[in-house]
């Protein structure tokens, strides 16, 4: 896989090193400057992004200061059609720099999966060497102020089969197009024909609920809810991400999302209410739905909410393309 020069996240400029020099000073590979050392930060507080197969929309949210959230999104030309490819990380708050931890992330796994997927890599393989790849990048992030941390949740979209790789709370759901309804008293359900959560959280509300100790109401209203058990950060050393792969009997949206959006709406069918069947023919105005009903609900954490419509539409072998926008570069 190849991007230009003009668009790759390292040629992004110092403002302040380029003014007194004269001359462009680019981000090393960690994002900071390679003459000052100050880290290039994103203005991340609204983002939208539109690949067509795939969009995404993270917002900064009512209470947070920055949005500690980050995505990235692909579509991969493949002898078998056009993939889609996404991630989503959500920096932990209560460690240090979790905006430079979740942008470190998406990009370190992004590069990864994508060229993986590209090369004909099984989706699930290629998802497990960028999470730890992206886990290895944030443990090379410690310094004096402690380890920056982040979750992690990435999707592979082909025209036969999604495959989700996660780590933490951030979430993935399947949104059926039609309802799940048995067609006689007798019928077997077929799960993947109705929308559900694909992902499991890995947090204490979630073992605690697996312990029979509450139900997930219960659990929820804890102040220890969200504390989570696998995350990427060098305080958690080799973490063993979840894999989960399947193929969906009927049309519908694959949601990758942070926790600012399902604390308010958890249930993959309410979820499916809200966007469906628009998202299949509008994924960003969907998208941004979502996230708007998160702000108006409160907007406590920053939101991200990615969709990518199932079955893919192939749009004819165009190259690759990666969101390697980014956003417009400042200085903090």
């Given amino acids: 896989m190849s991007t230009s020069r003009d668009d790759s996240p390292i ?8 003014a007194d020099s004269g001359e462009p000073v ?11 050392g100050q880290p290039l930060v994103i203005n991340a507080d609204h983002v939208e992004k539109n690949l067509g197969q795939v969009v995404g929309v993270s917002d900064r949210g009512l209470r947070h200061q920055r949005n500690e959230d980050a995505f990235h999104i692909a579509v991969v030309p493949t002898d078998a059609g056009q993939v889609a490819v996404a991630i989503i990380s959500d920096g932990v ?72 790789c996660w780590l933490g709370d951030s979430r993935a759901y399947w949104l ?45 209203a804890s102040p220890q809810a969200h504390v989570i058990t ?54 960003l105005d969907a998208a941004a739905d979502l996230v708007k009903f998160a702000v108006d609900s409160g907007g406590l954490d920053n939101i991200t909410a990615v969709l990518i419509p199932f079955p893919p539409v192939d749009q004819g072998g165009q190259p690759t393309r990666v969101d390697q926008s980014e956003y417009p570069t400042r200085v903090d």
Wanted: proline share 8%; charged share 20%; glycine share 8%.
């Fill in 93 to 164: 708050s209560s460690a240090p720099r979790p905006d430079e931890a979740s942008l470190m992330a998406v990009r370190t796994g992004m590069k990864l999966l994508a060229e993986g997927v590209q090369r004909g890599e099984d989706p699930a393989a290629a998802s497990n060497t960028a999470v730890q790849a992206a886990a290895r990048a944030l443990t090379a992030l410690v310094g004096p102020d402690g380890a920056p941390a982040a979750t992690y949740v990435s999707a592979v979209v082909t025209r036969e089969q999604i495959t989700v």
């Fill in 11 to 18: 040629a992004r400029q110092c403002p302040a090193c380029s």
């Fill in 230 to 283: 696998r995350w990427l950060g060098a305080d958690l050393p080799d973490p063993q991400a979840h894999v989960e792969r399947f193929t969906p009997s009927g049309a519908g949206v694959l949601l990758i999302c942070s926790d600012g959006l399902w604390n308010y709406r958890p249930e993959a069918a309410e979820l499916a209410d809200m966007v469906m069947p628009a998202a299949l023919t509008r994924p």
């Fill in 176 to 220: 059926a197009a039609a309802a799940l309804t048995p067609s006689g008293p007798n019928d077997t359900l077929d799960i993947n024909a109705g929308s559900r959560r694909i992902t499991r959280d890995d947090s204490l509300a979630e073992e605690i609920v697996a312990a029979g100790l509450a139900s997930m109401d219960e659990a929820m």
């Fill in 26 to 36: 680019l981000a090393g590979p960690d994002g900071r400057c390679s003459s000052c």
